[in-house]
């Protein structure tokens, strides 16, 4: 028996959703590190929720990250794959993700990842 698959929604009126480049430099710090530091992130506005900085692959330090098997699903943006920051010992359980195959609306932030703010350091606009 196959299951049903998850129903895509379009950003609208009722749940709006806005892509944007930042023009800040966006910085983001996890136990004295930087993880991340770009000119080139890209500011997710959703409906009520706070904004969302979406940065480079290129731009973070991916050797710090290591992928889990936790997922989750965004009607309005698809499936997102999570990742630990790992260092010394220490962890930050899934505190990145990623939407690699973005829905097609959501199409700009394939090939970025975004940062909780409560499992990391800080993330500084600069």
């Known amino acids: 028996m196959s299951m049903p698959a998850k129903a895509m929604k379009l950003p609208g009126p009722d749940h709006p959703i806005a892509i944007e ?3 800040q430099r966006v910085r983001i710090t996890w136990n004295g590190k930087v993880v991340a ?4 992130a890209l500011t997710l506005r959703e409906a009520a929720y706070p904004p969302v900085q979406y940065i480079p692959r290129a731009d973070v330090k991916m050797a710090l990250l290591k ?3 936790h997922s ?3 009607p309005y943006k ?3 794959s999570y990742y630990n920051i790992e260092q010394d010992g220490q962890r930050a359980e899934n505190a990145v993700w ?3 195959a973005p829905y097609d609306a959501m199409a700009s932030i394939k090939g ?3 940062f909780y703010p409560n499992r ?3 993330i500084e606009e600069l």
């Open 112 to 114: 970025y990842l975004a």
């Open 98 to 100: 990623s939407y690699e």
């Open 67 to 69: 992928r889990t098997d």
């Open 78 to 80: 698809g499936e997102a």
């Open 21 to 23: 480049p930042n023009p």
């Open 72 to 74: 989750s699903h965004c």
């Open 120 to 122: 990391v350091s800080s």
């Open 37 to 40: 530091d770009t000119t080139r």
